[in-house]
């Protein structure tokens, strides 16, 4: 029997990522029931997939259908939500990232449901792909020292990836113009992009550097993204992004330079179910090499990988959850400071 | 023809290459000397190819004569197929070198920040460890961003390369492999396009470039070499100052 899935949030998320995915792994996972704040989109949803639907978590939570929790509700709701879930009883939490947007909140989260026994995953999809599990394999084979981590990302809207896996109404317009020049936006900008968006690699930087020391400059981008640097267990790391109105197709690269070669990461488009990412290894010398992709990515493996905890096959890493999301917390806090700090300056 | 004047084996390989339009002069008598300084080598060439320009503040004025730079790794021909953006929002560049060659290849990335920014660069933050730099500029308005990766010194095969990036809703990408062989694609929301490789010698595009110079039209290369030399110092003293100890 597949397990029963209640899925907070309605949105975009949802119908173009999860539920899309969680067809694909229809023999461990079932939709049983749908929520959202108000909007009324979950009985959308719910409806196609003979599922119950709500407004709030309330009900959905009571439901005793529900046995896992996806949590896709905006960023700052993720902590109460899986705290409540915890009480509710339920077996397992997928929580989209970021898992909290403070460390308090990420504490007193992961220590709910590790006294709970709830098993508890962050939809880090990046960490996911099969890919970086083989770029991890090279660079401890190789025994690379990592020298600099540098990320690139210029994303076309979203609506152009969620027309190729849903229906719906896609929003229309344009990122609202921000004035990047007001120090408290600019600071708002940067950390609230660092911990939604940069939270998408966040946790590979931190496998990669564990300890966060400083950030050595942080500025919005224009119309919306960051350019953003930091020392980090002593590796230099750089990640910019920019959101764009329109354009050629997403780019999301992860470049490692390490003593023995450099490695490239190019992750497929977001929402799309395209196979693993590209792993490309550059040596000194000149040397090119690339990994096959795989057909699997990271969306589907995390649910997987969620399948694995439940059924005792893999543990949960609390500490890891914990650490990253406390890491991403202050990477992302201290690069909105260093961002306001930039503009007073 | 014009007279051409070069030491080195590679220039005369180049004027071998240019039969009807050049031959090989002696200095005194030389329209075009090809150079590593701006001294007075020159004579009374009008203008000067200058080879691997090493300290760029060391070097004379030219009095007057044109200068064409020959680069490693940023061709002319390549620079202007990549073009200017003025519609990118973000401009970075990503290089790896060997500790030996940083200014050289450093330079030269800065170069295309400033080519495809189309805009003269400020640099507001420098960091550096011995295994690395970064490094944020400004373009007009726009944020442009430097990342270098150190290689061991010791490694003979060692080659430097780099890669540079224009994001806008387009998107221009510049890679350029340990030859100094680039390769330039362009992506829209219609594809990716992979512009057609320059396979001319660089040496016989410098000359050529001399030649189109002499009528009196002198080219920016050393204006931009002044200008990407003097970012790159600035970027690489905050590399000198990591060597140190504390």
Known sequence: MPWGVGVIGAGPGVSALHLPTLARVRDRFEVVHVSDAGSGRARQLAESLGASHSHGVVDLLADPRVEVVAICSPPEEHAAQI?????????????????????????????????????????????????????????????????????????????????????????????????????????????????GLGIHDLPIVRDLAPDFDRILYARPVAPIGYAVGFVSSGVLVQMNAVMLGGGADALWRIAVGTDADELEVEFRPAFTHDGSALVRVRSPGGRTVEYPREPSDGYVAEWEALSALIDGVQAVEYDALLEDAVYAVAVADAAGAAAREGMLS | MIGVHADEPRYLVAIAELPVTCRAAAEDGAAVVVTRGLGPALHGASVAVLVDPGAVEDLDDPAGRAVIVD????????????????????????????????????????????????????????????????????????????????????????????????????????????????????????????????????????????????????????????????????????????????
């Open chain 1, 83 to 195: 705290r409540a879930a915890v009480e509710a009883g339920v077996r397992a939490i997928l929580c989209e990232k970021p898992l909290a947007t403070t460390a308090e909140d990420a504490e007193a989260s992961v220590r709910a449901c590790r006294e709970a026994g709830v098993g508890l995953l962050v939809g880090t999809n990046h960490l996911f792909d099969p890919a970086w599990g083989r770029a991890t394999h090279h660079l401890i084979a190789r025994r690379a020292r990592v020298q600099t981590v540098s990320i690139t990302v210029a994303l076309p809207p979203n609506g152009r990836y969620h027309a190729l896996v849903t229906e719906f109404e896609q929003a229309r317009g344009s990122h609202p113009r921000l004035d990047h020049d007001d120090p408290e936006v600019a600071g708002a900008i940067v950390r609230r992009l660092m911990i």
């Open chain 2, 71 to 246: 680069r490693a790794r940023l061709r002319a021909d390549v620079a202007a197929d990549a073009g200017a953006h003025p519609g990118a929002v973000l401009l970075s560049a990503h290089c790896v070198t060997t500790a030996a060659e940083m200014r050289d290849v450093v330079r030269d990335a800065v170069g295309w920040l400033r080519t495809l920014g189309g805009e003269v660069l400020g640099l507001d933050e420098a960091h550096a460890t011995p295994q690395g730099i970064v490094a944020l500029l400004r373009s007009g308005e726009r944020a442009a961003t430097l990342a270098v990766t150190v290689l061991a010194d010791g490694d003979a095969a060692a080659r430097p390369r780099l890669r540079a990036l224009a994001v806008g809703a387009d998107r221009v990408e510049v890679l350029v492999d340990g030859l100094g062989a680039a390769a330039v694609s362009v992506s829209t929301e219609a594809g990716t396009t992979l512009l057609p490789a320059r396979r001319e010698a660089r040496e016989r595009l410098a000359l050529r470039r001399a030649i189109d110079a002499l009528p009196g039209h002198p080219a920016p290369d050393l204006r931009d070499l002044r200008h990407d030399d003097r970012i790159a110092a600035a970027i690489l003293s905050s590399y000198q100052s990591s060597l140190s100890p504390a």
